[in-house]
Each structure stands twice: as C-alpha cells, then as structure tokens.
C-alpha cells in the first residue's frame, strides 16, 4: 500500500500530532452533503468527535450546522463562525450559565432530556424574557449493538425520556410558557455499522411520531441522532462512509409530514478517517515473549485503544522489511497504555515513524494531560 503520507517532511516535525487528510475530509464532506441534500436532510455535525477549528471551517463552509454538548462548544462553534441557527444544545447535564448562553445566542434549539431540566429552561428563559425551542430526546430503547460504553438508547442509560414518561412530561409543557416544543430527539449510540439498528430506530421514531399525532402536537423537527459508524480497517477499506445506504434507511423508514425536516448528528463518519496519530519509535524491546515497539505517542494523546479496546490499524511508514509482530505501547505509567497487541509491523527500529489510523474523531477532543504531557499538537495536509 502507498503511503500517502509525506514522510521526509514528517522527520522533520516533533512527534507526536495529529495529521489530518484535508482532501479526505472535502471528499467526505462531499459526498455527505450530495446524499443528505437529494432528500432535504438537515445534518449538524456532532462537534464532541472533533472541535479543532481548522476542521470546523472546512464543515462550516459545507453548511452543515453543529451539535453541542457543553457551552464551551457552543462558544467554540460561535468562534469559528458557526451560526447560532444552526446550533442545537444536547447534554443531560446543562448548566444554567450554558442554558443562558444558548438563550442569549439565539440557538436553534435545546435537546432536552428530563422534567426537571425542561423547568429550569423554562425559569431562565422567563427570566429573559425569551422562549427557547426544545426538542425532547426520547429513548427508543433499540439496542445499537455497538461497544456498551457507547451505547446510549437502552432504557438503563441515563439519557432521554422514557416513552412511558412521555405523557407527563406533555403535561408538564402546558404550564411551562416560555418553552416551545419543536420537535424530538433521539439517538441510539455511536459506531454503528449494522443498517439494522438504523431500521429498528426509525419503526420506533415512526410509533412515537404518530403518539405525538395523535395528541395533536405538530412537530416541525425529527432528530434522528449521530452514530454511523467508519470502517477502521482504512486504508484496506473505503475512507468515505456509506452515506447513500444509511441515507436511504431514513427516508424508507420514516414518513415525514407537510413541514417536518429530518435531522441528523453526525460525528464520527464526517471526521474519522481524515485524522492520523503520527509517533516516533523510542525503543524496541524484547520481553519474555513479547517483542514491544515503545512509541512517544500515548494514551494520553489518544484513549480508545486504552479505554474501549477499540481497534486502530497501525502503519510503520519508515519500514519496508518483512513483518514481525509488536505489542506497540505508549510512555505512560499504566499498563493500559497500548495501541495495540501483536500488531504485524515492517521490522521496526527506533526512529521509525508510525501513524495510527482513523483517529479524527474522538482522538484529540479526548486527549489530556496525565502526566504533565503537553496536548498533541496538528498538522494539516494542506499546510505542510
Ligand atoms: N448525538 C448525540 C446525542 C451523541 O451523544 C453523540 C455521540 C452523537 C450525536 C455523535 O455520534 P457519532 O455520529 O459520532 O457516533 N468517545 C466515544 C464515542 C462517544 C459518542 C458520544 N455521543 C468513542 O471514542 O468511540
């Protein structure tokens, strides 16, 4: 496989930072705007996957709009000339100074997941003098077999309104005057590969569609949530997501009536692929039966191998020999520091360059600083 990555330049540049495929992300983005444009989609990119502010203007100028989990992102998105119409607020958690924000930008609208926190939208906005547009997030209860820490429509987890709570909380809204109820919400989990989970989730959006029907609640928007999942074996497999299919299940699957839009969260699909983790071999170390490749990119610059087992495909682009197999480690003081075990790699040797694939999304947002490590730094390919 040729690399495509620039590996004289690399040599040059401190390790370890994050990479990102510029042309990549525009394919992507292309084709994500054609399929959700041939049936008026509206998508707000999922800005937890990735909020670096080089990526938020390339999305912005394909006029998705954003979905924001804190007020930090929603300053974050501002900043980067995200307009507020186009930002939705979702979050168990909202803070009142994070509800104030979005009243006083004017935000798209809040995804609301409780009684309790629809009342203090409703006190704040009235404070203000304001209505602020809701959307209710209910839990459809599909099982979005996908890892469980990312699964997130069961009726255990702690998101959303259960449907059997919904007539409650309609209720609730007659008193409370300065909401306005725009829609609903849901969102199933993340990485999803399997169409089905998609098709389970529209049968139960449809169901609770025709519940608000029938109690004569007009909804203007149905939020369908993120979640479409990447193929982490890129570069063996197809970087651009299969926008078309997953498109398809929701405009098969969902009536929508005069003035309903469909909306969508994506994150991981629209962002995934594009981003590498670039890392410098510091050592080869042979262990009783182990042969470790101990790199200087961490756990630290990237947590899901070490917190979700997740699986990223691993690449020595300095290295052509026959392959051998490593353990490849990062330098942190946890024995979950690894990136992966028994990876087949070019005989490596310090100083060989390794770059850690499809790591665009949930990768440089969840980077820390255990350790006292400086965050990773990025590079652009269209700026090096
Ligand atoms: N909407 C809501 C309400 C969400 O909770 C999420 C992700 C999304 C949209 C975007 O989902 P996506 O299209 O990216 O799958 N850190 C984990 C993923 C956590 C996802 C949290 N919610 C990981 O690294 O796999």
Same mark, same amino acid.
């Given at each position: 496989?040729?690399?495509?990555?620039?590996?004289?330049?690399?040599? =040059?540049? #401190?390790?370890?930072?994050?990479?990102? $495929?510029? @042309?990549?992300?525009?394919?992507? &983005? +292309?084709? !994500?705007?054609?399929?959700?444009?041939?049936?008026?989609?509206?998508?707000?990119?999922?800005?937890?996957?990735?909020?670096?502010?080089?990526?938020?203007?390339?999305?912005?100028?394909?006029?998705?709009?954003?979905?924001?989990?804190?007020?930090?992102?929603?300053?974050?998105?501002?900043?980067?000339?995200?307009?507020?119409?186009?930002?939705?607020?979702?979050?168990?958690?909202?803070?009142?100074?994070?509800?104030?924000?979005?009243?006083?930008?004017?935000?798209?609208?809040?995804?609301?997941?409780?009684?309790?926190?629809?009342?203090?939208?409703?006190?704040?906005?009235?404070?203000?003098?304001?209505?602020?547009?809701?959307?209710?997030?209910?839990?459809?209860?599909?099982?979005?077999?996908?890892?469980?820490?990312?699964?997130?429509?069961?009726? =255990?987890? #702690?998101?959303?309104?259960?449907?059997? $709570?919904? @007539?409650?909380?309609?209720?609730? &809204? +007659?008193? !409370?005057?300065?909401?306005?109820?725009?829609?609903?919400?849901?969102?199933?989990?993340?990485?999803?590969?399997?169409?089905?989970?998609?098709?389970?989730?529209?049968?139960?959006?449809?169901?609770?569609?025709?519940?608000?029907?029938?109690?004569?609640?007009?909804?203007?928007?149905?939020?369908?949530?993120?979640?479409?999942?990447?193929?982490?074996?890129?570069?063996?497999?197809?970087?651009?997501?299969?926008?078309?299919?997953?498109?398809?299940?929701?405009?098969?699957?969902?009536?929508?009536?005069?003035?309903?839009?469909?909306?969508?969260?994506?994150?991981?699909?629209?962002?995934?692929?594009?981003?590498?983790?670039?890392?410098?071999?510091?050592?080869?170390?042979?262990?009783?039966?182990?042969?470790?490749?101990?790199?200087?990119?961490?756990?630290?610059?990237?947590?899901?191998?070490?917190?979700?087992?997740?699986?990223?495909?691993?690449?020595?682009?300095?290295?052509?020999?026959?392959?051998?197999?490593?353990?490849?480690?990062?330098?942190?003081?946890?024995?979950?520091?690894?990136?992966?075990?028994?990876?087949?790699?070019?005989?490596?040797?310090?100083?060989?360059?390794?770059?850690?694939?499809?790591?665009?999304?949930?990768?440089?947002?969840?980077?820390?600083?255990?350790?006292?490590?400086?965050?990773?730094?990025?590079?652009?390919?269209?700026?090096?």
């Amino acid at each position: 496989m040729q690399s495509r990555f620039p590996l004289p330049k690399f040599r =040059e540049i #401190k390790t370890p930072f994050y990479y990102y $495929d510029m @042309e990549l992300l525009d394919r992507t &983005l +292309e084709s !994500l705007s054609r399929e959700a444009g041939k049936y008026g989609f509206v998508v707000h990119y999922a800005v937890k996957a990735n909020a670096n502010p080089v990526i938020l203007e390339k999305i912005r100028n394909y006029g998705l709009g954003i979905d924001c989990v804190s007020g930090y992102e929603i300053r974050r998105a501002i900043d980067c000339g995200f307009k507020p119409s186009g930002i939705v607020f979702a979050g168990v958690g909202k803070s009142d100074w994070e509800i104030e924000l979005g009243l006083d930008n004017d935000i798209a609208c809040f995804n609301v997941e409780s009684i309790p926190e629809l009342e203090i939208i409703n006190q704040i906005a009235a404070s203000k003098g304001k209505t602020a547009r809701v959307a209710l997030r209910v839990n459809p209860n599909v099982n979005a077999r996908t890892h469980h820490y990312i699964t997130t429509g069961l009726k =255990e987890n #702690k998101f959303g309104i259960n449907q059997w $709570d919904l @007539e409650k909380v309609v209720t609730s &809204l +007659e008193t !409370l005057t300065n909401i306005k109820l725009e829609g609903i919400h849901f969102h199933i989990g993340s990485q999803i590969t399997d169409m089905q989970s998609f098709r389970n989730l529209c049968n139960r959006v449809s169901e609770i569609m025709d519940w608000f029907t029938q109690r004569r609640y007009n909804l203007r928007i149905i939020n369908v949530g993120g979640g479409l999942g990447i193929d982490y074996q890129y570069p063996d497999a197809n970087p651009v997501p299969d926008f078309e299919s997953y498109f398809k299940v929701f405009r098969d699957g969902i009536k929508l009536g005069e003035g309903q839009e469909l909306h969508f969260e994506l994150g991981r699909a629209v962002v995934g692929q594009c981003g590498s983790l670039v890392t410098r071999v510091l050592y080869v170390k042979e262990g009783v039966k182990t042969r470790f490749a101990i790199v200087d990119a961490g756990m630290t610059d990237l947590i899901r191998p070490a917190l979700y087992q997740a699986y990223h495909k691993i690449e020595n682009i300095s290295s052509s020999a026959a392959e051998e197999k490593y353990d490849v480690v990062g330098p942190i003081c946890e024995s979950s520091d690894s990136f992966g075990k028994a990876v087949s790699l070019p005989e490596t040797s310090r100083g060989d360059v390794l770059v850690i694939r499809s790591a665009g999304a949930y990768g440089e947002v969840m980077a820390s600083q255990y350790n006292l490590r400086p965050l990773p730094h990025c590079v652009f390919s269209d700026r090096v």
